[in-house]
């Protein structure tokens, strides 16, 4: 694909994805091209994904091109779950819509690719009703988090677990929804980290009601701030985004809650 006015390329250009080892694959040429990054620093991101060697291996492919000067240099292929773990950390408004094009793009090539499989051998309990407001109802507040719309969240998960509709979710689609949601509301993206940090202020609410949290529960502070620091996959809190303190102060209010919970079950069990 030509680079040429990349900077000014719409966000309906189609997305291209490449075939490598019979599985679509998205090329770091085109992420940095359509996102509009410069391919070393996609590289870069890449590099660092904090993530185990297997799953490096099976997710993102080696590969290279011809520059200008026609030398040899590097570039990856990579999986779908590659590009999400990758894009994670891509944000923005035009960011988004990017990333929801390149899951569109999966889909497409990816129901290219499968034989529908024999009448009567598939297994299918579609979600309960209740359990799929209930996950939409956590979306919602995901949404909130990110300060996106439902309808940018809802199809970019649904690019993300491979399901045309999350209203017509099985049981087992329904617990992958839940894996990468809760991923996606905890975790600071590697690329994040450390930028565009908070200030003491902007830390307060986050330091008070570790402190409120600290005094009415089990564990000590320092314990409860190295839960919140491994959550987030953060070393500490000066590691964390402004952008991030509003999942942060999420994830305190859910063990508050949780611990809450047990110690009034606990008292009742015992009256």
């Given at each position: 694909m030509s680079k040429k006015d990349s900077k000014n390329s719409e966000v309906s250009t189609v997305v291209e994805l490449v075939m490598e080892k019979n599985k679509p694959m998205a090329s770091s040429l085109v992420v940095a091209e359509l996102f509009e990054k410069q391919h070393k620093n996609v590289l870069r991101d890449i590099n660092e994904l904090e993530i185990p060697d297997e799953y490096r291996q099976l997710n993102f492919e080696p590969s290279s091109y011809l520059n200008k000067q026609n030398k040899e240099q590097p570039s990856f292929n990579m999986t779908r779950d590659g590009f999400s773990l990758l894009a994670m950390g891509f944000t923005g408004h035009k960011a988004m819509e990017w990333k929801i094009k390149f899951l569109e793009a999966f889909n497409a090539m990816e129901a290219r690719l499968t034989?529908?499989?024999?009448?009567?051998?598939?297994?299918?309990?579609?979600?309960?009703?209740?359990?799929?407001?209930?996950?939409?109802?956590?979306?919602?507040?995901w949404c909130f988090l990110e300060g996106i719309s439902w309808e940018q969240g809802k199809r970019q998960i649904e690019g993300v677990i491979r399901v045309p509709d999350i209203y017509e979710m099985d049981a087992l689609a329904m617990d992958s929804a839940w894996t990468y949601l809760r991923m996606c509301m905890r975790i600071v993206p590697p690329k994040m980290r450390g930028n565009d940090i908070c200030s003491k202020e902007e830390l307060s609410p986050v330091n008070g009601l570790l402190d409120y949290w600290a005094y009415c529960g089990q564990s000590?502070?320092?314990?409860?701030?190295?839960?919140?620091?491994?959550?987030?996959?953060?070393?500490?809190?000066?590691?964390?985004?402004?952008?991030?303190?509003?999942?942060?102060?999420?994830?305190?209010?859910?063990?508050?809650?949780?611990?809450?919970?047990?110690?009034?079950?606990?008292?009742?069990?015992?009256?």
């Open positions: 034989i529908p499989p024999a009448e009567g051998k598939l297994l299918y309990k579609k979600a309960k009703p209740e359990a799929v407001r209930a996950f939409e109802g956590v979306a919602r507040y000590s502070r320092d314990e409860l701030l190295g839960s919140l620091c491994e959550d987030m996959c953060i070393d500490s809190l000066e590691c964390l985004p402004k952008s991030y303190v509003p999942h942060a102060v999420s994830i305190i209010w859910e063990g508050i809650n949780n611990e809450s919970g047990r110690n009034h079950a606990q008292q009742k069990a015992s009256n």
